[in-house]
């Protein structure tokens, strides 16, 4: 009795897992063995001369000494101090940066009709991003000095009798040029989520009676949230590690936890450096779940 030949197995090529193995080396690599030497290095102890690697708790305690009462001035200890100035700098550039985000993200999606202008406006608003962040900064300085361009306008338009002093490495400079670097991470997750909203649901909500800011608020903004919340992230692992801003447009006159990263690596203090810096990503990490607590990008991509 003869038996149906069996039909030719067919190809199934590389399995997923081989695949996926370049991307897991380099993963591995690049990110998951630097970052663990950073927390080995936070363990070791040090003198002016040399790494002793020895396991000790000093860096970590060294960080929040004196943390647990005030100083005779009424101030936090430096590290908290620290730390609450970078949150606030974050804070306030991620509420600015979302709202022109926001407003510019809406016009280029629901204003411009035009998809060739949308994409010539696009393209405008990454020109910024052709020079460095340095140069960007530096450009700062002959407009908002003493001497620059924005305080000899203001005198001589007599709404000021001298030059303003806070305009240039101060508080406002700094979050003035983070807004100018950084509004485009924010721009671009939202106008991607707005691109992808049905705009039937728009004429549904006018044909409804909802007013403009209706239409905004119930439709607009809750289909737009997975942009908001992809470009939150981005502002604020961004902002909570810069150094070179905060030291360009500082005037090296203002703190933040990546400059103080920073100096600490200048002064060969790497230990202390890396036990700051696994504290920097504890809590930027802790900021983004509290963000994905929010909206579950999962669900929404």
Not at 59 to 86: K, P
Not at 136 to 147: A, D, K, T
Request: proline share 4%; charged share 10%; glycine share 6%.
């Amino acid at each position: 009795m003869s038996t149906a030949a069996k039909p030719p197995r067919a190809h199934t090529g590389l399995h997923p897992w081989w695949q996926a193995l370049p991307f897991s080396a380099v993963f591995l690599l690049f990110f998951l063995v630097p970052l663990g030497l950073v927390v080995m290095v936070s363990f070791w102890d040090f003198n002016d001369y040399e790494l002793l690697p020895a396991f000790t708790w000093r860096n970590y305690v060294s960080m929040w000494e004196g943390c647990s009462r005030l100083t005779e001035h009424g101030d936090f200890c430096v590290t908290l101090s620290t730390y609450l100035s970078t949150l606030q700098f974050t804070l306030l550039t991620w509420a600015v940066t979302l709202v022109l985000g926001f407003a510019l993200a809406y016009f280029l999606a629901f204003h411009v009709r035009s998809p060739g202008m949308q994409t010539l406006l696009f393209v405008l608003c990454t020109v910024p991003f052709w020079t460095s962040n340095v140069i960007r900064m530096i450009s700062w300085v002959p407009l908002l000095g003493r001497n620059g361009l924005v305080n000899q306008g203001l005198q001589g338009l007599h709404l000021t009798d001298g030059p303003l002093d806070w305009l240039l490495f101060s508080n406002f400079s700094v979050l003035l040029a983070f807004v100018h670097l950084y509004t485009m991470f924010m721009i671009v997750p939202i106008f991607n989520s707005m691109m992808r909203i049905d705009r039937s649901l728009l004429e549904a909500a006018k044909d409804a009676g909802a007013s403009a800011w209706q239409t905004l608020w119930h439709v607009v903004v809750p289909l737009s949230r997975t942009g908001i919340l992809i470009g939150s992230i981005f502002i604020v692992t961004i902002v909570m590690g810069d150094f070179v801003t905060v030291g360009v447009m500082g005037g090296q006159q203002i703190a933040s936890i990546g400059k103080m990263i920073q100096v600490q690596t200048s002064y060969l203090q790497f230990p202390l450096a890396a036990a700051n810096a696994v504290v920097l990503l504890l809590t930027v990490l802790m900021i983004v779940w509290g963000l994905t607590r929010v909206v579950d990008i999962r669900k929404e991509l």
